[in-house]
């Protein structure tokens, strides 16, 4: 037997805890705290077995026409994958020759950088502005390789910082390569760059969407993503005969029928996050604005004490509390936490934990 050598050195993406404990309050992977739309429900009771015994449309006629609909395209311009995380994965195997690189903003979607070792290709990260802020990407390794493809979440992960809009559209207008932005947070944040994808003249930017965060379906695995019909022709040559089954595309189509339902839900939780956001502020944490479903906070500074060693510690005390949150070991991130934003009740019972671990000091 044998293992190719970039698979056997191969890092792998670590994902958030999935505790089986129905009693911790689950802040850690960024899920909805909130029920999908009702017509989820139905189009699941509805469903009739006997589509099961067919292959499910492999070139998703009715869900692309819905997307094109929603955002002002067509459906050639429309790709569905099992998962965003597919779509990155055929982006890397459709965009990428194998002396080029994929590059991505640091700190970012760890995923990105695992993508690159799997296709044995360098992986050259930008580093941000003070911040978490956006700075010119790096579009060439320090080996000379040019980077074909660069994945750029906004809001980005784990930061919960969004990009200007008129930065992103400069930088795809000089850059040779494909830019793929990944929106996985975008109904959370104040605006898209979806128009820059459909736009007629676009030759090289791609928008990603899932349905996991803002739709409440994280447990479905459905994803899409919109760009130059070139490109979006490239992902249906590489991608899987039946990528998405049938019981994904009924729900996905019922749920992208019922905006309103998952708009409701995404301004509850923004209302949430900035409430959040500003109790931790008065307890002396620093938190950037976030435009996601989760904020990335530091905790105030103590004398003598290691801001990393710190933010872990407190990780730990709230996970043997019940409460799971997330921590990312690294120079750029370890002195912060992920918190995903869940019901106000849940919000609370993490800010009672906190008070609990570290009194107020006068």
Known sequence: MRIRKSVEELDPYVPGEQP????????????????????????????????????????????????????????????IGNGSDEVLSLACRAFVEN?????????????????????????????????????????????????ALFLLTNPNAPTSVQYPK????????????????????????????????????????????TLSKSFSLAGLRFGYCIGPADLVEALYKVKDSYNVDAVAQAVALAALYDLQWMRGNAAKIC????????????????????SSNFVFARPPARPGVDAHERARAIFEQLKGRHIY?????????????????????????????????????A
Do not use: Q
Request: aromatic fraction near 10%; charge should be negative.
């Open 20 to 79: 089986k404990d129905r009693s911790v309050i689950k802040l850690n992977t960024n899920e909805n705290p909130y029920l999908p739309s009702p017509l989820v429900k139905k189009a699941l009771e509805s469903f009739d077995p006997e589509f099961l015994r067919k292959y499910p449309d492999p070139v998703f006629t009715e869900l692309r026409a819905r997307i094109a609909e929603i955002h002002g395209t067509v459906p050639e311009r429309v790709f």
């Open 166 to 209: 008129e930065n992103i559209a400069e930088f795809a207008s000089r850059f040779r390569g494909v830019v793929l932005v990944d929106e996985a947070y975008g109904d959370f944040a104040p605006y898209s760059c979806a128009d820059l994808a459909a736009a007629p003249d676009n030759r090289n930017l791609i928008v990603m969407r």
């Open 271 to 290: 209302r949430t996050r900035d409430d959040f956001a500003a109790k931790l502020r008065a307890r002396g944490w620093d938190v950037p604005k976030s």
């Open 325 to 361: 949150v997330r921590y990312f070991r690294g120079p750029e991130t370890g002195d912060r936490l992920r918190v995903t934003i869940g019901t106000d009740s849940d919000m609370e019972s993490l800010l009672c934990a906190l008070d609990e671990i570290e009194p107020a000091r």
């Open 99 to 147: 002396d080029e690189a994929i590059g991505s903003f640091d700190p970012s979607y760890s995923l990105y950088k695992t993508l690159a070792a799997i296709r044995a290709v360098s992986f050259v990260p930008s580093p941000l502005a003070p911040g978490f802020a956006w700075s010119d990407p790096v579009v060439k390794g320090a080996d000379g390789k040019d980077v």
